[in-house]
């Protein structure tokens, strides 16, 4: 039996609140903004950009195959006969009225995550567990602005038993519209953590922002909180204050909702025993670090406020795997050995860089094998980014890091305030780093790369993969 369209091209051009020109498609099976990625059948919306215009590429779309483009009504002479076409006033706005139309028509477990770390692996990972007991949504990678969560809600097909929303933030503002057009029924804060400083007064102004999330719960619904952080309390009274029916907590603290009792990590994975509500769960993480092991513990809050089934919740968590970028791990073939790569090097802030640096350390090494910290800049500090940097020397020095090769203006001082014989290689920026970094590496070593995706550390990771072949896995 073939499954219903995503969208029929009458009640999606309805939904733009758009008219039609040229044929209306019977049935639309995806959404776009980016020809590269654009599949035939999908919906192409052609947002204002940055640096794009997606009304460039209109014609390019519906060659590749695209079911019906959305232009705005300034353009709409310029494509007379070109194809199926839904010309609204406003792309942007049009693609959040599609989304908040087929939000309305969920009858599904709709969860909202935000945080400043952690963010992508907990929404994977409920991706993951949820998957397991119904049909779930969520974005294919961290689709969490003011484009990326109104196109994943176009994206949802109708029947879902559950969706899983990511929301992010730069700046003042911007967590509520997202949350609005979301309305979950349940909505988990990961952490609060000095990041985005550059725009924010204050931590505890990044905690009132994120808590846009449950201002925008739908009435009675539940809102997760992290019981270990300074803001925990605040973060409560807030949820307190607004439509949130129900608080749940998760951490190590003692009176945690949902309480970590012990873990035991191990380098390429944990195993973990907690309370939920009192009940215990046992479990295997398949991806190694406390800071996944302290967001399992925010998954099966997740999983609770659904009324999901939490045993089967935790048993699909063994099947947890870093998402590329975030810890995913290599063994790559170098001349005399193998090497251990972590490409961390999707994002960078004080936490998950500590986290980074404390699972390499936790890596044996063998022979005459180091381990080595490349790392990049943190962005969007603020005042306080030479200082968290520096603060940097504590882990690397703790978790016995033999080299840190470095670039960027904040992480020199890290570099220079290193003790010597830990220093690999200094440059302005990672292009001038990469060479350095590919020379320096032998057999036996595990090497980290990480820092904010600003810092463009994602090319050294290519540049190792090409020098390096990887180890074939074994069946």
Not at 336 to 360: C, F, H, K, Q, V
Not at 453 to 469: D, N, W
């Amino acid at each position: 039996m073939m499954s219903a369209p995503l969208w029929t091209g009458d009640k999606l051009i309805a939904a733009l609140g758009g008219r039609a020109e040229g044929a209306v498609p019977p049935a639309v099976t995806g959404a776009s903004i980016d020809t590269r990625t654009l599949e035939p059948g999908d919906v192409f919306f052609a947002i204002k950009g940055e640096a794009r215009d997606g009304h460039d590429f209109v014609k390019a779309a519906l060659d590749k195959g695209a079911a019906l483009a959305v232009i705005d009504e300034e353009h709409a002479a310029a494509f007379t006969g070109i194809g199926a076409l839904a010309i609204v006033p406003d792309v942007l706005k049009a693609m959040e009225q599609a989304g908040a139309a087929r939000r309305a028509q969920l009858k599904a477990g709709i969860v909202a995550v935000t945080g400043s770390v952690g963010k992508t692996g907990t929404k994977e990972a409920l991706r993951l567990v949820l998957s397991r007991q119904g049909k779930t949504h969520a974005p294919v990678a961290s689709y969490n602005n003011h484009w990326g969560v109104p196109l994943t809600l176009v994206r949802t097909p109708a029947d879902i038993a559950y969706g899983v929303y990511e929301i992010g933030m730069n700046s003042p503002g911007e967590i509520l519209p997202l949350a609005r057009l979301v309305r979950p029924q349940v909505s988990i804060i990961t952490t609060i953590q000095p990041v985005h400083l550059a725009a924010f007064a204050s931590v505890e102004g990044i905690a009132e922002e994120k808590a846009g999330v449950f201002w925008e719960l739908e009435k009675g619904g539940t809102a997760i909180v992290n019981a270990d952080i300074p803001q925990s309390e605040l973060l409560r009274d807030i949820a307190k204050s607004g439509p949130a029916g129900r608080i749940i907590t998760f951490g190590e603290s003692p009176d945690a909702d949902v309480r970590l009792v012990s873990c035991a990590l191990k380098p390429d994975m944990s195993t973990v025993e907690a309370r939920v509500f009192g009940e215990a769960v046992a479990y295997r993480l398949g991806s190694p670090g406390k800071h996944i092991v302290l967001n399992s513990l925010g998954v099966l809050a997740v999983v609770h406020a659904l009324g999901a089934d939490l045993a089967l919740a935790a048993l699909a968590l063994g099947d947890l795997k870093p998402p590329v970028g975030r810890g995913a791990r290599q063994i790559l073939q170098a001349p005399g050995g193998p090497i251990t790569l972590l490409d961390e090097s999707y994002n960078g802030n004080p936490a998950s860089m500590r986290a980074a640096i404390e699972n390499l350390g936790r890596l044996p090494v063998e022979g005459r094998g180091r381990r080595i910290a490349v790392l990049g800049d943190m962005l969007e500090l603020g005042p306080t980014g030479e200082q968290l940097h520096k603060g940097l020397a504590e882990p690397l020095n703790a978790n016995a890091i033999d080299k840190v090769f470095a670039c960027g203006p904040l992480m020199k001082g890290l570099y220079e305030s290193l003790p010597s014989a830990m220093r690999g290689a200094y440059a302005p920026g990672a292009g001038d780093l990469e060479p350095l970094v590919l020379d320096a590496i032998r057999a036996g070593d595990v090497i980290t790369v990480k820092g904010s995706l600003g810092s463009r550390m994602g090319p050294i990771v290519k540049a190792i993969l090409a020098r390096f072949p990887a180890v074939p896995a074994e069946d």
